[in-house]
């Protein structure tokens, strides 16, 4: 049984995530096992083969596939160049056990939306310091695996809430540099987080991660000409490191801080 060539895991202080693990195999596979969290995994290249419950099924590149708590499954490739995955484990405050017994009649979910979904996720979840992109997102995806397994992929569409939008943009400009969780945000709101997340986007035509970067981002800008170092910046406006504050920088100026600030006269 050959090693795995490839492996990467890592627990993001995003609630509700028990561990991210990317992993490439060629020839490994998994003998039956069990989690005691909920498996959400898509395969970027190849595809993997697996039973559960007595059932064969796989994992095709286009589809997401969502493995319950507690059943027994196994795993092996199905291409003779193994496969590459990605996958986060959640806890029971994302999904409940409720939805078990759906997601064992059902868990591969050929859904283009939700598969782009997950793919943002990973990357959010890879970036410290997106925590609250990455709650977001997840929101979203546990929104739709919800919908997925109570039968309604194709939900109807949310009403507008301009009301709750402006109070979660309150809250964020409250706290810039402290930034809020959605949990938490939920809680002083009264609202489901992902009520919170399209309340938002729908009232400013942008996600709330993006707008508490963005007010970051500006606040850095105004240190930046006064003299004070990136690094000083990056702690001085909620940023985790000088690196994260040079990513979102770059992405919303065009060019990185240090070379801002040297321009400013």
Do not use: C
């Not at 319950?68 to 193994?82: C, E, I, K, Y």
């Not at 309604?152 to 930034?179: F, I, K, N, S, T």
């Not at 006064?226 to 690094?231: E, I, Q, R």
Request: net charge positive.
């Amino acid at each position: 049984m050959a090693a795995p060539q490839e492996v990467s895991a890592w627990r993001p202080r995003v609630p509700g995530v028990t561990e991210v693990f990317h992993a490439r195999f060629t020839e490994y596979s998994y003998p039956m096992h069990v989690h005691d969290a909920w498996t959400l995994l898509i395969v970027d290249d190849g595809a993997v083969r697996y039973d559960l419950d007595r059932h064969e099924h796989g994992t095709p590149h286009d589809t997401v596939t969502l493995l319950p708590p507690h059943v027994p499954h196994n795993g092996s490739p199905a291409t003779p160049d193994g496969f590459r995955k990605r996958v986060v484990y959640l806890d029971s405050s994302r999904l409940g056990e409720d939805l078990i017994g759906a997601a064992v009649d059902g868990p591969d979910l050929r859904d283009p939306v939700l598969r782009r979904r997950v793919g943002q996720l990973h990357s959010a979840l890879a970036r410290p310091g997106d925590e609250l992109e990455a709650e977001s997102r997840l929101t979203l995806v546990g929104e739709r695996l919800r919908d997925h397994l109570r039968r309604r992929p194709d939900a109807p569409a949310h009403r507008p809430d301009p009301v709750l939008g402006r109070r979660l943009r309150e809250l964020l400009d409250a706290r810039v540099v402290d930034g809020v969780t959605l949990a938490e945000a939920g809680r002083l709101l009264h609202a489901h987080p992902a009520h919170l997340v399209r309340a938002f986007s729908g009232a400013y035509g942008i996600a709330p991660h993006q707008y508490l970067m963005s007010r970051r981002v500006g606040r850095a800008r105004r240190l930046l000409l006064d003299g004070l170092a990136p690094g000083e910046v990056a702690a001085a406006t909620g940023f985790y490191d000088q690196a994260h504050l040079t990513r979102h920088f770059k992405k919303l100026v065009g060019v990185p801080p240090g070379r801002y600030r040297r321009s400013s006269r």
